[in-house]
């Protein structure tokens, strides 16, 4: 099987251009492939995962990344998915933002050797020329098609600004650009990226008489319809500092029973027989594809170590008898205490497993708050010193725990 072929047992391709020309090229190592990342926030998310992934299967079978950083058309914003403007970053904000993408990226991408790439599209998107751009490249672009994409047509209704109508056109340059000076031949992305993406390839073939390709990857969501790595309205972070370990473990562990094989069989590097053999599986057995899940994901994201304790903690909290000491943690000082007692919520806002009082009161009254296995009832409880002595656990929900030390 070559990796074509693997990929699409896999479930990952959604759409491709010249599906012949693409299997050819990929099976045979020919392919110099890019993936874009706008850099909205300082860290890459679970909703990343699949790109990265797809990036690190093809270059194990000879093709070359390139990752671009979107520092250029950041400053714009994808409306693909939106239902409103994204925020405006400024220049530093980016530049930031970029810089921990491409720390987090080299975990999943060898970029030594030549063997991938990484560029930002910055260094030619801020230098065109406005005028220059709608010569070149504006003559090529139909009104009419552009207004029948999907990642438009939803925004439509609401209202899409001009400064957002551009990023069609920004994004089609992008592959122009690596096509003439990086040797790039094909483009991948996720499938509500195809409009954008077919403006690339016809913008090569209008300018330059020559073929390129494009792929698409399916977009793997949870049970609830939302786009993979969402949990509870929050991102799932690949940094650490965000999503701790044992947190991201459990976002995997916590998968539902009809999407955890097609998580194991899209996202691992499980090989696809193992994962066959998985699909007898029912009942308690769908708990342990669900720990396995959970542990490869977590230690291709943040290494082996901190996959044994997360595991290791998950297990104490539902099976009993493992140690608990690998669970998130926050160790209290004299100055979260106001006259030796802190409220039970507010050590929740300060553990981030709420984003205020608000929030908090609901979920109290909502019976979804449990401190040390006793469910907390009264809004105003409080803990003492002597309390939280020898460690205190306080559970949101079914899935989220926290510690508190002093």
């Known amino acids: 099987m070559g990796i074509y072929e693997e990929l699409v047992a896999r479930g990952l391709i959604a759409q491709v251009t010249n599906e012949e020309e693409i299997r050819e090229m990929v099976n045979n190592g020919k392919a110099t492939f890019y993936i874009g990342f706008d850099c909205t926030a300082d860290s890459l998310t679970a909703g990343h995962f699949m790109a990265l992934t797809l990036m690190k299967r093809l270059q194990m079978a000879g093709n070359k990344p390139i990752a671009l950083i979107g520092g250029g058309t950041t400053m714009i914003g994808d409306p693909s998915g939106r239902t409103d403007m994204r925020k405006m970053l400024t220049r530093e904000d980016i530049d930031h ?222 099976g009993g008898g493992a140690d608990n000491s690998n669970m998130p943690t926050t160790v209290l000082s004299d100055d979260d205490f106001t006259d030796g007692a802190v409220l039970a919520v507010d050590l929740m806002i300060k553990a981030d497993m709420i984003k205020s009082k608000s929030e908090g009161r609901r979920l109290v009254q909502q019976g979804g708050v449990t401190v040390n296995d006793e469910k907390l009832t009264d809004f105003g409880f409080a803990l003492t010193k002597a309390d939280i002595e020898n460690g205190v656990i306080i559970k949101k929900g079914k899935k989220i725990f926290h510690k508190f030390t002093l």
Not at 167 to 175: E, G
Not at 191 to 205: A, C, P, V
Not at 291 to 302: D, G, Q, R, S
């Open 97 to 318: 933002n970029a810089a921990c993408f491409k720390r987090q990226m080299e975990r999943f991408i060898d970029f030594s050797e030549g063997k991938a790439q990484m560029v930002n599209n910055a260094d030619w998107l801020l230098d065109l020329n406005y005028v220059e751009v709608l010569r070149e490249v504006g003559a090529c672009f139909s009104v009419n098609n552009m207004l029948r994409a999907e990642c438009y047509k939803q925004r439509m209704e609401k209202g899409l600004s001009f400064f957002e109508f551009n990023y069609m056109i920004m994004q089609s340059y992008d592959f122009y650009y690596l096509f003439q000076h990086h040797n790039c031949n094909m483009q991948f992305g996720g499938d509500d990226q195809w409009s954008n993406m077919l403006g690339g390839t016809e913008l090569i073939r209008k300018k330059l008489g020559k073929d390129a390709h494009a792929m698409t990857i399916t977009l793997l969501t949870d049970s609830q319809g939302n786009k993979m790595g969402k949990t509870a309205g929050n991102a799932v972070w690949l940094d650490p500092n965000k999503t701790s370990p044992f947190d991201f473990y459990q976002y995997w562990r916590n998968v539902a029973d009809a999407d955890v094989l097609k998580c194991i069989r899209m996202l691992t590097f499980l090989p696809l027989d193992e994962i066959e053999k998985m699909s007898a599986w029912e009942g308690s057995q769908l708990n342990t594809a669900k720990e396995i899940l959970a542990y490869e994901l977590t230690k291709l994201v943040h290494g082996e170590e901190e996959a044994e304790k997360a595991q290791s903690a998950a297990r104490a909290l539902f």
